[in-house]
């Protein structure tokens, strides 16, 4: 065959072009499009292949099998998607009163001086009062879908009267709650499958009282270990895992079940830390999961849960300080159908695993650190490191350093920071403090099309911690809001951001508002 009877690929029939290049990765189908004019038309000339581009450089995925995918032509999804990345540009900051909050109200006036344990998930309020063993769920938003409202009292949160509850875990998308109880009923215990355990997890539905559809059963059973009733706990979960974090003495254990298949688990880890320091967690993704612990990170891969995670990598962190983890995701960086015919908030992106935004924090809230999740997905730069890998191998061009002394919040590659407003005044001249939010896109195009808004942020930052200095450039657009509000932000728990709103959660009165 001479080269004159070959059949090139851009003599191909347009639509086969199209469906060969859909299945190339945005970057590459970039890289196509700088090739020649013609690729750079078929480009052009494809919505679909567009589409693809946005959803990569936006760092989201498609909620698939959704109507809105079934039945939007993907030129309006193409659009909406565009809308999409410009839309929090023009966020509203929208503080919300804790304390006032009638549902706050009457759990802190039942439980005076006792700790609450609060958590926000999917635009919920959790509280959760151990000494009194109480829980709560309401919306702090009125436009959350769906709104779950839920109180909890002793005698219906506990499995068996003499149960102590350690620690709730919420998931409102999933209408699940998840309790960690111990108990000393012996009775109770030996009706369980397993009954010699310190403790167990129990899954319930979060509008009702009944054990979760989807559960493989009611009760989490940990595996066997030393007794730990001397300890410190979290629970978490994402999807179809939960985890628990136990430890005590410096001896530390983490356990991860996948709840929807099976009860038991075999998927554990074990440290022992050079003191009693804290050690954190959290999941990174379906199959990812990250513990820090001996002033480094450890990455692990989740794979079937009757056996123990893959070690993948080790971190080093760039201080030889305690730190903890900061993250929220799958988070509702997610995109809502504004379409009247759909279903109110119906979810058409969310974030891409692979490029969102996580915090660890270090000395005492000196330093905060924001990480692209990017660096514990492609392992390849530190093929020959991954024991250790070095902070000045992974950390600078993969981070920003900021001071936390303001709160931040992060959805998806975007990061909300309360900045405070130098020499704002009231009407009568005098001075008051009042802050605005400080809004950075760490998404993997923005830098390359901001659209002439914002500013592009490349050079270095550099914070000082006593006698050591950490330097970092992971680059990002900075927009600061018109919106500000006034009082305290070091009362601002947790920043939430649904769409272009921008919610600050406070403890602060309406009036100092």
């Known amino acids: 065959m001479t080269s004159k009877s070959k059949v090139g690929f851009l003599a191909?029939?347009?639509?086969?072009?199209?469906?060969?290049?859909?299945?190339?990765?945005?970057?590459?189908?970039?890289?196509c499009t700088s090739v020649?004019?013609?690729?750079?038309?078929?480009?052009?000339?494809?919505?679909?292949?567009?589409?693809?581009?946005?959803?990569?450089?936006?760092?989201?995925?498609?909620?698939?099998?959704?109507?809105?995918?079934k039945r939007v032509p993907i030129s309006k999804r193409l659009q909406l998607l565009k809308d999409?990345?410009?839309a929090w540009f023009k966020s509203n900051i929208r503080p919300v009163s804790i304390l006032d909050h009638p549902a706050f109200a009457s759990v802190y006036s039942q439980t005076g001086d006792w700790p609450i344990r609060r958590s926000f998930v999917d635009g919920h309020l959790c509280l959760f009062v151990e000494e009194d063993q109480l829980v709560k769920i309401f919306p702090l938003v009125p436009q959350t879908s769906p709104q779950i409202h839920r109180e909890w009292t002793p005698e219906s949160l506990r499995p068996v009267p003499d149960a102590h509850i350690d620690l709730v875990w919420i998931d409102p998308a999933q209408n699940l709650i998840a309790i960690a109880y111990s108990t000393d009923d012996d009775d109770y215990r030996n009706s369980l499958s397993w009954p010699d355990r310190p403790f167990y997890i129990d899954l319930k539905v979060l509008d009702g009282d009944g054990v979760h559809p989807q559960a493989a059963g009611r009760t989490l059973f940990p595996s066997e270990f030393e007794d730990v009733q001397d300890r410190t706990i979290k629970l978490q979960g994402?999807?179809?895992?939960?985890?628990?974090?136990?430890?005590?003495?410096?001896v530390w254990w983490f356990q991860i079940w996948d709840w929807q298949h099976?009860?038991?688990?075999?998927?554990?880890?074990?440290?022992?830390?050079?003191?009693?320091?804290?050690?954190?967690f959290c999941f990174l993704g379906n199959d990812r999961f990250l513990t820090i612990s001996n002033l480094n990170f450890y990455l692990f891969l989740i794979g079937d849960v009757s056996q123990k995670p893959t070690f993948?990598?080790?971190?080093?962190?760039?201080?030889?300080v305690q730190a903890y983890i900061v993250y929220v995701g799958p988070t509702d960086d997610i995109a809502h159908g504004p379409q009247p015919q759909m279903e109110a908030h119906q979810t058409l992106w969310t974030s891409d695993p692979e490029h969102r935004m996580m915090f660890f924090v270090m000395d005492l809230h000196s330093v905060a650190v924001a990480v692209s999740t990017k660096v514990f997905f492609n392992l390849d730069p530190f093929k020959e490191t991954l024991n250790r890998i070095p902070w000045e191998q992974w950390g600078p061009p993969n981070t920003r350093v900021f001071d936390p002394k303001f709160s931040f919040g992060t959805s998806g590659n975007r990061v909300f920071q309360a900045v405070p407003v130098v020499g704002a005044t009231a009407d009568d001249g005098s001075a008051v403090t009042e802050y605005s939010s400080h809004m950075m896109d760490f998404s993997p195009l923005a830098v390359q099309r901001r659209q002439g808004q914002g500013r592009v942020v490349k050079e270095p930052s550099t914070i000082v911690v006593g006698d050591e200095s950490i330097t970092t450039w992971l680059p990002y657009v900075e927009v600061l809001s018109d919106g500000k509000y006034s009082a305290d932000a070091h009362d601002v728990v947790k920043i939430w951001v649904d769409r272009n709103e921008v919610y600050v959660p406070r403890l602060a009165s309406p009036s100092a508002m």
């Not at 191909?12 to 890289?31: K, N, Q, T, V």
């Not at 020649?36 to 099998?65: D, H, M």
């Not at 994402?238 to 410096?250: D, E, N, Q, S, T």
């Open 36 to 69: 020649c004019k013609a690729l750079r038309q078929t480009f052009i000339s494809s919505s679909e292949l567009q589409y693809i581009v946005e959803l990569g450089g936006q760092g989201l995925l498609p909620a698939l099998n959704t109507e809105f995918h």
């Open 238 to 250: 994402l999807g179809r895992h939960i985890a628990i974090k136990c430890g005590f003495g410096g």
């Open 12 to 31: 191909l029939a347009e639509e086969l072009r199209f469906y060969i290049l859909s299945f190339l990765p945005y970057r590459d189908i970039l890289r």
């Open 84 to 86: 999409n990345a410009s």
């Open 312 to 320: 993948l990598a080790s971190f080093v962190v760039p201080m030889a």
């Open 262 to 280: 099976s009860t038991t688990s075999n998927s554990i880890i074990s440290y022992t830390s050079r003191d009693d320091s804290d050690e954190d």
